[in-house]
C-alpha cells in the first residue's frame, strides 16, 4: 500500500526567481565525447497532490508529488498558464517555467516528505544512434511521462545510485542503503523521439518513443528531440534511513524494495527563442555547455 503521508511535515513551498537571469559571458562550451551536452539545475519548489498531466482540472487528487521549476503550478495548470505565468526554482529564472515533477520521497519512520537537496535536469543528444545534428526544439506545450506509477517491478527507464566525492555505487532498479553523508540520486530518462503531431496523447507517452542502438528514432516517431534525463538528489544523515525510504506512488507490498513506481512528469515552459539557442549551439553542435551555458555567449545564472 500506498506510504502514509503527514501532511504537516510538507515543506513549505519556494518563492523562486520572478525575472530572467541571463548575462554575457566570455566563457566557450568545452568539447565533448560527440554528444551534445546542455543541462540545468532547479531547486525544490513545492510539493501538491496535483497532477496537472495525468489528473487536468483535478487539483488534490493524486499522491503528493514533488514539484521544480515552475512555481505556480497547480492541478489546474495548462500550456498557456506554465509557459506565461509563475516564477521559476530553475537557472536562468523565468527564461525557464518549465514543470518538473516526480513522486514524493517517503520516509516511512513518520510519514515526513523529503525535501531533496538539488535536482539537475539533463538535455542530451549522441546516444543510441540519434545524431545530434538532426535533433530539433522540443515544441511548446509538449508534455510527456517517462515511467509508470503503477510498476511494482525492478524495471523501467529509471535507476537509483549512491553518490560520494568520490564515487557513484550501488547502481540499480531499487532504492539502496546509501551511507550517512553520502548522496542518493534518483534517474529518469524520458523518450526523445517525437511523432511531430501531438503534443500530448491519451497515456501521455504514445507520441513519444525511445531510439534504439543501430536504428535512432522508429518511423513512427521521426522527430528526435534533445534528450531529457531527470537527477533528483537527497541528502543521506542518518545510518540505514534510505532502508524506509519509499515513494508515494509504491504501491505495493513493502516487502518488496522501495522506488519502483518511479517516474516523472515534464511540461514544457522554456522560452521557445532560449530553447532554440540551446539546442542550436549546444545540443546539435555537439559540445558540452556545462549546467550554465547557452552556447552562444551568454550564462544562466
Known sequence: MMPTINRAAIPAPAAGYSSDRVRSTTEQPSGSDGTGAFRTVCDFSHMAFDDPIVLPGQPGASHLHTFFGNTAVTGNSTAASIANSGNSTCRGGTINRSAYWVPAMIDTRDGTPLRPL????YYKTGY??????????????????????????????????CH???????????????????????????????????????DHKSHMAYPTAGRGCPSSHPVPLPEITFNIVYLVTEANSTQ???????????????????????????????????????????????????GDGRVMY
Open 118 to 121: 538539488e535536482s539537475n535536469f
Open 128 to 161: 543510441n544512434s540519434v545524431a545530434p545534428g538532426t535533433v530539433q526544439s522540443l515544441p511548446s506545450g509538449l508534455r510527456m511521462i517517462a515511467g509508470d506509477a503503477k510498476n511494482a517491478a525492478p524495471s523501467g527507464p529509471f535507476s537509483y545510485s
Open 164 to 202: 560520494s566525492a568520490t564515487a557513484m555505487t550501488q547502481v540499480g532498479a531499487a532504492i539502496p542503503n546509501c551511507p550517512v553523508g553520502t548522496q542518493l540520486q534518483q534517474h529518469i530518462v524520458f523518450p526523445q523521439c517525437w511523432d511531430g503531431v501531438n503534443l500530448d496523447s491519451p
Open 244 to 294: 524506509r525510504w519509499r515513494l508515494s506512488s509504491d504501491n505495493y507490498s513493502t516487502s518488496l524494495p522501495g522506488g519502483y513506481s518511479a517516474h516523472g512528469d515534464w511540461f514544457n515552459g522554456w522560452r521557445p527563442d532560449i530553447m532554440d539557442t540551446f539546442v542550436r549551439y549546444c545540443d546539435r553542435a555537439a559540445v558540452d555547455c556545462g549546467s550554465h551555458l547557452l
